[in-house]
T-cell receptor, first 112, second 112 residues
Framework: GQQLNQSPQSMFIQEGEDVSMNCTSS?????WLWYKQDPGEGPVLLIA?????ELTSNGRLTAQFGITRKDSFLNISASIPSDVGIYFC????????????FGTGTRLKVLA | EPEVTQTPSHQVTQMGQEVILRCVPI?????FYWYRQILGQKVEFLVS????????KSEIFDDQFSVERPDGSNFTLKIRSTKLEDSAMYFC??????????FGSGTRLTVV
């Protein structure tokens, strides 16, 4: 079935650094969603992408919908300690279904 | 800002007991979902619900699970006879259109 793989699995960065993570699949997606999850909380939607090639920003976050529709990237500029958490990509399965699958997650740790 | 609310935040139950997890989706949303996340793992789709019926369900959502929208505001997940492996965070989500937007903060279910 469709799967979403995220890399890196985890990363430590210094405060102020830029961060880049990606999400890839062997199959096409027509929507990409990026979520952040804090410990003990539900995922919070950061950015939604609906068109191939689309580049969307939300404050210090920028995400892109890959041209091939098989990948997406999330960048965080000038990271701060509250960026710590797990970042998930998600997308709907093909065929117009209501089922969304989630990626494996990227755990971000920011060193002050 | 409207949000999805879930109760209880934490439930402990004996193996074999029935549990009902409750959710109040955002009021103008039409699509409702249940997801679960076993500790340290990715978020997994359980079921989606639209127009008072199940739209899609995963292989996890077997006969011990059921969902209901008993009135105009609540959306419930019932697990009939809990097993140890049902211990997880259960997230309710809702969206106005198919693009999933809002998650609740989850119910942590512990089966002992």
């Amino acid at each position: 079935g469709q799967q979403l793989n995220q890399s890196p699995q985890s990363m430590f960065i210094q405060e102020g650094e830029d961060v880049s993570m990606n999400c890839t699949s062997s199959s096409i997606f027509n929507t990409w969603l990026w979520y952040k999850q804090d410990p003990g909380e539900g995922p919070v939607l950061l950015i939604a992408l609906y068109k191939a090639g689309e580049l969307t920003s939300n404050g210090r976050l920028t995400a892109q919908f890959g041209i091939t529709r098989k990948d997406s990237f999330l960048n965080i500029s000038a990271s701060i300690p509250s960026d710590v958490g797990i970042y998930f990509c998600a997308g709907p399965t093909l065929g117009g279904t209501y089922k969304y699958i989630f990626g494996t997650g990227t755990r971000l740790k920011v060193l002050a | 800002e409207p949000e999805v609310t879930q109760t209880p935040s934490h439930q402990v139950t004996q193996m074999g007991q029935e549990v009902i997890l409750r959710c109040v989706p955002i009021s103008n949303h039409l699509y409702f979902y249940w997801y679960r996340q076993i500790l340290g793992q990715k978020v997994e789709f359980l079921v989606s619900f639209y127009n008072n019926e199940i739209s899609e369900k995963s292989e996890i959502f077997d006969d011990q699970f059921s969902v209901e929208r008993p009135d105009g505001s609540n959306f419930t997940l019932k697990i009939r006879s809990t097993k140890l492996e049902d211990s997880a965070m259960y997230f309710c989500a809702s969206s106005e259109f198919r693009q999933m937007v809002a998650f609740g903060s989850g119910t942590r279910l512990t089966v002992v």
